[in-house]
């Protein structure tokens, strides 16, 4: 399956936020799924910075294209976005790789 993982980007430490999703798309990786990961378009939005509203709009493109979303813990008004657009598209939502793992 295509998973996209959603989780806090600028709440905190986007280095450590990034590190987090990266160690959770590893996860999938083994369990033989391809994480889609939002959070590596950090490089480019240094190189090319872009409002919030126009990655998100990005983010949900490609979240339309995916089997599944893993929401990971932390206060994120665009992960919430994310969910709720899952959530209307009939995208299953997962808040867990062990939840995930166990249906999947």
Known sequence: MIVYISAPYANGDIEDNIKKVID???ELCELGHVPFIPHLA???HL????PASSWLWYDLVWLNYCDALLRLPGKSQGADKEVKFAEEHCIPVYYSIREFAYVN
């Open 24 to 26: 959770c798309a590893d």
């Open 42 to 44: 950090h490089l480019w």
């Open 47 to 50: 190189l090319s910075p872009k």
